[in-house]
Structures are given as structure tokens and as C-alpha cells.
């Protein structure tokens, strides 16, 4: 059974305690911590929103969240109303005074204990909401701020939004969450890679022919349609998702787990990305958008429709691209990158394809002789699978066929995992910020990406046309072909 640490007496304030991602993800997190009993029961969770409700609707509107997006098998009612009890509901404006001294009053009842300030509003709104924050008095010294991406949609709001934020918490006290860093698998990347010897010393470019990320939804925009055709794929997956991931596996070992020598190390392999210039990005990047299809057999139309307008919409929804860290360790090692929505499998992965045998002693026929290859799984099933060649059993021969060993996290420790949103609740709590992005690394994302963006912006093509249910448009298979490799078949 995995150990339960149990954290500080908490009050945590949540704005935009209404809105989708606080009833689908935080709530149901905090409702597992609880469960688990992790949470003290003492602490207090604040719903902070510009809707006139009661504590007693928002407590209702909890309890219907929870049975909606927690498992049933985890569902227990004395439980759920004693975790309700937890919560209460401030009417706050984060653009104007309104209930702001309600909410000072309530968190100097217990003026010493950690106080997580929750912005789970658009982005415009971090900046405003802090101010306020500030001018209220409301910042102690075991105060911290949650920022959910994206942090602004390019280098210069992204700035804008550091500095106003940064004008009343500290960098110790902000933390810029990516849900991504928080499951089980990524942060295993630590522990593949520098606890093990095995894998450390064959992780250069002398072994490794090249690197796949991709990250695969099978949903269109959903509700997110405004949101999104503002944003696409590259500013809401690329930018921090992947890169982040892409952070994880080619950086260097730390000197610690110390939260500032793992970023540090994160943010050089941020500045080693080889510019993508924008008479390449025709060979280096393929941006499409999805058209009506069937995804598990069930037709769905295209974004066009999704969006609601007949006219032509310039933004990606799939986005495939070539990076390139230009260090000794992975020089001559491309990182191919992949993310869209409508996709035929909601799936995330990583794949480490190693370089082919320079010489094989085995007969050609019948051997199909495949390089080795380390594939790690980030959902929908957390685990890793290593994958080499191994003989035949039986007599006659001497003959090859490629095998895996497989883990299976959750098989193996027999226990569920914790959502992602879960542990990065109680690191903020802790005042841990290893697994949150620090601000230079936020601005060198955007440095990288802001190119690529603008590229795009002064280009007169429409995204390229993909049936809903497929792997995105032909064009991302022919970009990766012509270095003679190929996507991750299992995938499709």
C-alpha cells in the first residue's frame, strides 16, 4: 500500500469554483485526499465565484460533481457529505471589490495556516485576481498561488501576466501547474532514468535513433470551442505539455531532486531547442484541422461544426513537428513530436526507438531482426514496455521474434493511482515546486514556440484537412518518412 503523508491544515481558495475544470478535476481531487486521509479534516476548502449561490446550493452542486466524475466504487456518502462539509461559498468578483472583505474575514479566522489561492479562471483574470489579493491583505507568508495554463498566448502576455502576478507573490509562492508532470509515469522519468544505471548510460545519441511524443484525444473541442479557435494545438499542447515532456527526457541529471536543480536542468534543454526558421517549417511542422469522420465507430462531424460558422478557421487542431536539442548527448537524435484531437485513441506515449544492430550474425531468413525499443505509457493504462528480440521456443532452428516486458504500474503496486491533479494539490500544500514550471521556463517555451506561431500567422495556408478517426493528415506520416522512420504503428 503506498504511504500516506499527511499534510498541513489548509484553507484553499478556489476562483472559478463554478466552472468545468473545479467540478470535473480539483473537487474530485481533494475529495480522494480526503477520502485517503491525507486531507486533515480541519481544513477548509473556499469556493470563490461571481455566481449568487449559498454554501448550501454549491455544496449540492459539489456533491453532484463528485458522483459524476468520481469512480462509483469510490463513491462513499458518509464521506462525500463530510468532505462537503468542508466547503463554503464566497461571492467574489475578481474585477471588482465585491465580497473581497467577506473572504479576508473568513481566512483571518485561521490567519497561520498554508493558504492556497486557486486561479482556476482564464488567464486575463490571473493578474486582477492577484491584485486584489494583495491590496486586501490577504498574502501571508504560507500563502501560495496556482496558475493553470496557459500562461498568456504568447512571450509578451505571458510576461505581463509573470509580472502582475509577481508584483504580490513570490516565485517560491507561485506555481504554474501542468497537470501532465503530475502522473505517476512522468515523474518516473526521474526515477527510469537516474536510478537506474542501465538505462542512464544508454540514453545518448551512440544508442538512440530518435524520440516520439504523442499525445492523442479522441474528443473535438467540446465546450472549448471560443477558447480554442483562439488557441489551437500548438499554444494549448506544445507549449507545455509536450515541451515538458520533451524537458524530462533530454535533460541532464540534476545535482538533486531540489526543486530549482531539476528546472534548472529543464530550462537548458528549453535553450538548446534548434530554432525552427520559417523557410523550414513546410519540412519541419504539419499543423491540420479534423473533418467529419467516425471516432470508435460513432460518426462525428468536423471542427467547422464543432465551432458553429461556415467560415474557414485558420486554427490547428492536430500538430505534428520535428525538434531538435542541440547538445552532445543528442546531437543527431530528432524528437518527433505529435498531438490533435479526433484522433482514433485517446492515448499519450513516449517512444525511445534505439538504433539498429550495426552487424547481425543471424541467418536473414525468417528473422525479422527489429531494433530495440522502450515505449512508456502516460494513459490510458500508466506503465512501461521494453521491447527486444528473443528466440522462438521449440526445436528446429534458430529463429527471432520481437518480445516485450511489460509493467503495468497499477498491476504491479495494486493500488490505484492518484490523479495527477491529486498529488499537485498536496505538493502545493508541502511548498513543493519541483513538479511546477518556474517562470523563465514558461518564457523560454513561448521563446521557441512564438516563431513557429508567427510562421504560421504570415502563411496564406489553411491547415491541412484530416478525417476525423484518423492519425491527423497524410502530410505528418510523409514528414517523418522522409528521414526513413515511422510513427509508432501499435498506435493505430
Not at 515523474?187 to 538505462?199: D, G, H, T, Y
Request: hydrophobic share 40%; proline share 5%.
Amino acid at each position: 500500500m503506498p504511504k500516506i503523508i499527511l499534510v498541513a491544515s489548509f484553507d484553499c481558495v478556489v476562483f472559478g469554483a463554478t466552472g468545468d475544470l473545479t467540478l470535473r478535476k480539483l473537487l474530485p481531487a481533494l475529495y480522494y485526499r480526503f477520502l485517503d486521509g491525507q486531507m486533515p479534516g480541519d481544513s477548509r476548502i473556499i469556493a470563490a465565484a461571481r455566481s449568487d449561490l449559498t454554501d448550501e446550493s454549491y455544496r449540492e452542486r459539489a456533491a453532484k460533481a463528485l458522483h459524476r466524475h468520481v469512480a462509483a466504487v469510490d463513491l462513499q456518502e458518509a464521506a462525500v457529505d463530510r468532505f462537503c462539509e468542508r466547503l463554503s461559498y464566497i461571492r467574489v468578483d475578481g474585477t471588482t471589490d465585491r465580497g473581497w472583505d467577506t473572504l479576508g474575514a473568513v481566512l483571518s479566522e485561521m490567519p497561520e495556516r498554508v493558504r492556497v489561492f486557486y486561479l482556476a479562471t482564464s488567464p486575463e483574470l490571473y493578474g486582477p485576481i492577484s491584485a486584489h489579493i494583495g491590496r486586501f491583505g490577504l498574502v501571508t507568508p504560507q500563502s501560495r498561488v496556482v496558475l493553470e495554463k496557459p500562461i498568456g498566448h504568447d512571450l509578451a502576455s505571458a510576461r505581463a501576466i509573470n509580472d502582475q502576478v509577481g508584483e504580490v507573490f513570490t516565485e517560491a509562492q507561485t506555481f504554474r501547474i501542468d497537470h501532465y508532470l503530475g502522473k505517476e509515469t512522468v515523474q518516473n522519468l526521474l526515477a527510469l532514468r537516474f536510478a537506474n544505471s542501465i538505462f542512464e548510460r544508454l540514453w545518448n545519441t551512440d544508442v538512440i535513433d530518435h524520440v516520439q511524443i504523442t499525445v492523442a484525444e479522441t474528443v473535438g473541442v467540446e465546450g472549448r470551442a471560443g477558447y480554442y479557435d483562439s488557441s489551437g494545438a500548438l499554444r494549448d499542447m506544445v507549449q507545455n505539455h509536450l515541451l515538458q515532456l520533451l524537458c524530462l527526457l533530454a535533460m541532464e541529471p540534476p545535482i538533486s531532486l531540489d526543486a530549482d536543480a531539476v528546472r534548472d536542468e529543464k530550462l537548458k534543454v528549453l535553450r538548446s531547442l534548434r530554432p525552427i526558421e520559417p523557410h523550414e517549417a513546410g519540412a519541419r511542422m504539419v499543423r491540420g484541422q479534423y473533418t467529419q469522420g467516425a471516432v470508435d465507430g460513432q460518426p462525428v462531424l468536423g471542427y467547422m461544426h464543432d465551432l458553429g460558422t461556415a467560415e474557414p478557421s485558420r486554427t490547428e487542431t492536430f500538430v505534428a513537428l520535428k525538434a531538435e536539442v542541440r547538445t552532445w548527448r543528442w546531437a543527431n537524435v530528432p524528437f518527433y513530436l505529435r498531438t490533435g484531437k479526433r484522433l482514433p485513441q485517446k492515448v499519450s506515449e513516449i517512444v525511445i526507438q534505439y538504433r539498429a544492430l550495426p552487424f547481425s550474425i543471424f541467418p536473414a531468413d525468417g528473422t525479422d531482426l527489429q531494433p530495440n525499443r522502450l515505449i512508456i505509457r502516460l494513459q490510458p493504462e500508466e506503465g512501461m514496455r521494453l521491447e527486444m528480440m528473443t528466440k522462438e521456443p521449440g526445436p528446429g532452428g534458430l529463429r527471432l521474434r520481437r518480445t516485450g516486458l511489460d509493467i503495468s504500474f497499477e498491476k504491479a503496486f495494486g493500488t490505484r493511482y492518484a490523479d495527477a491533479y491529486e498529488r499537485l494539490l498536496m505538493d502545493t500544500v508541502r511548498g513543493n515546486t519541483t513538479l511546477f514550471m518556474r517562470r523563465d521556463e514558461v518564457e523560454a517555451a513561448w521563446a521557441w514556440v512564438e516563431p513557429l506561431i508567427e510562421a504560421w500567422s504570415s502563411s496564406s495556408d489553411l491547415p491541412r484537412p484530416y478525417a476525423a478517426g484518423s492519425w491527423g493528415p497524410t502530410a505528418s506520416i510523409a514528414m517523418i518518412a522522409r528521414d526513413g522512420r515511422t510513427w509508432h504503428e501499435e498506435l493505430g
